[in-house]
């Protein structure tokens, strides 16, 4: 059971406001693309981004942080309370993927938010789903070929994303969550958030097994490779990264 009051949100400071939005785009966006997605989830996962891309950053900018006590905006706290509730009733029926169970494991061993940890991964996880012939694809018994390069296009669109091709459709995806994530104060590697990297280096196969292990990953539309997954972790600790 959920209690959605936004009056319960309304002085929530300005990292756990655009933390847990930030976690719920990737809900919204796992969601569309697990192998357990349906009509429904799809409906509520994208209705769900449109409002979040619309009230995160007024939801952010409202809210209080260290000597400011922030301006209350009721109606964007109540958007984003629905908004990520209705991306919890995506996911709570069409599970998650891989950018979750690696946020698992990168928020556990080197102590990021979990809503931030998903945010430095869902680039790289974007990018590794639209592979249209991945080595390995997920499976489940509904679940015929992976169209997650069209799923991520058509929402792209319903986002406002123009391009010729999905390809292009996505990037313009990723290029808008890009943008939001800056409006919110969240950086844009893990290295930024001063994780040492010795650290994470000699951590890092240990991360990748546990991630590869996380109940999330079968959901996935594309199964990852172990080495696929160290790849990933690299390209957000260091910020590199491939275009679609
Ligand atoms: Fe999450």
């Known amino acids: 059971m959920a209690i959605v009051d936004p009056d319960l949100m309304a002085s929530c400071p300005k990292g756990l406001t655009s933390a847990s939005g930030i976690d719920a785009v990737t809900h919204d966006l796992e969601a569309l693309v697990s192998v357990m997605a349906t009509d429904y989830t799809d409906a509520m996962a994208k209705q769900s981004l449109k409002m979040i891309f619309e009230y995160l950053p007024r939801a ?131 290295k930024d958030y001063g994780v040492d990297e010795k650290y994470f280096l000699e951590k890092l196969d240990e991360m990748c097994e546990n991630a590869f292990d996380d109940q999330c990953t079968g959901a996935n539309p594309r199964y990852p490779l172990i080495s696929e997954i160290k790849q990933m972790y690299l390209n957000a600790y260091y910020g590199r990264s491939d275009k679609v």
């Open 60 to 190: 952010y900018d409202c809210a209080p942080s260290a000597g400011d006590a922030g301006t209350p905006d009721p109606d964007a706290r109540e958007k984003m309370a629905n908004a990520a509730t209705m991306a919890g009733m995506a996911f709570a029926n069409a599970f998650l993927g891989v950018c979750h169970s690696m946020a698992h494991k990168l928020g556990a061993y080197h102590h990021l938010a979990h809503g931030v940890a998903n945010a430095l991964l869902i680039d790289e996880v974007i990018r590794f789903n639209c592979s249209e012939k991945p080595p390995k694809m997920g499976t489940f018994s509904q679940y015929d070929h992976p169209k997650t390069l069209a799923k991520y296009a058509e929402a792209a669109e319903y986002l406002g994303c123009r391009g010729k091709t999905d390809e292009d459709k996505v990037e313009a995806l990723i290029k808008k969550i890009d943008e939001l994530k800056t409006k919110i104060g969240i950086k844009k590697t893990i």
